[in-house]
């Protein structure tokens, strides 16, 4: 399955490479920002959930610019500062001792991701055909795991709280795993270079251009409710719910997460191969259902609690269910994104969906440390159900919007075509 779903291009195969690399500093550090934040650097609950939140404002600050950039100059040429940005965050905050510091390395951090992220996403649907493109997708999203979930498990195996130099280590080579894309990158020479002006004129259009076309602007809506009650809690709300109010250790996070990322290793590929030719709308609203599913499980390893078996194997099932939904919606969701987008304005299509990502991240940090550092763990169960099922909703309402050939489903001869940009 593996081969029949490689790009055909060889330079879209080398950039596949090095999400792989990159990904494994990646799982070197996701899963412990928050406990690096609150036991080695002795930041109270809110303030870690503050500082990262922080991070997802810079990204947001910066994703269009970054989208603006690629789009006028190239998205090799702007990608390249990126991926250095994120060294130099990386290492910053693998040294910083003082607050002002730490925010620092995340402000450039996030400042390196706004362009990198989307400009990684608009290299790939540049390079692949409709007909692979969300296959691509696919793939790029189990290497992406297959990489964390091998930073993670090394990083579970060595950090200590009790030894913040393992916390140092992990975060230092995490600087050094954002240097090989870059590395790849340069080496593609005839990719990444911005769409040649029509008749003498730049692109076309910007943001408002992106933000009129009708059913985008729904796919975003329904992107923020998802990535708020999802994907933004990862960081801040799984682990601290797991952590305080589940009371198992950190190292059950860490094979939490690890078992999110076997379920997606092993089950993506078959899933790409299962919803070709399936509504991609409904695909969407599944992830909604089963997010919410999976954080009802949490809940139910909160009300064991006490760090019992029974509260571990809550964590770990609920990371699992977790992964199942983001192996329907990481093919689907860009693969949506960029055939509703043009060639022009590409970079700013992928980098909107970015800044709903930074938007996100504020608020799921901000509201799940304050909440659950108080013990309205509950409170935060039932507010990331309700927004998972909301995103559910949204995402039906979007197949109306879609023609056939958009939405992945066969077209019918007697199909009326949707209109996109009313």
Sequence with gaps: MARETLPDRPEARWLLLGVLVSAVGRGLTLPFLFIYLTEVRGFSDAAAGFAIGWFGAVLLVCSPLGGTLMDRFGTRRIMLPGYLLQTLGSVTLALAHHPAAVVAALAVMAAGGAPTWPG???????????????????????????????????AGAVVDITRPA???AVYLIDAVTFLVPAVILLSLRGVGHAPPPHAGEGPRGGYLTVLRNRPFRRLLLFALFLSTCGYAQIEVGFAAFSVRVAEVSPRVVAWALAANTVTIVAAQLFVVRRIEGR????????????????????????????????AALCVILCASVFACGETLLQPVMPAVTNVLATDELRARYNAATTML???????????????????Q???WVVAMVAGCLVASALALSLKGLLTAAEDGRPARSDAVGAHPSV
């Design 279 to 310: 509504s991609r709308t409904t695909a969407l609203a599944l992830v909604g259902v089963v997010f919410a599913t999976s954080w009802v499980i949490l809940g139910a390893g909160g009300l064991a609690g006490g760090g019992s078996l029974v």
């Design 377 to 379: 763990g509950t409170v």
């Design 166 to 168: 393992t916390f140092q």
């Design 120 to 154: 990684g996403a608009t290299l790939l649907a540049s390079l692949t055909g409709e007909h692979e493109r969300q296959r691509a997708f696919g793939l790029q999203f189990a290497l992406l795991n297959l990489g964390i979930g091998v930073g993670g498990l090394i």
């Design 357 to 375: 990502m930074g938007i996100s991240s504020v608020i799921g940090p901000v509201t799940a440390g304050p909440l659950i550092g108080a013990g």
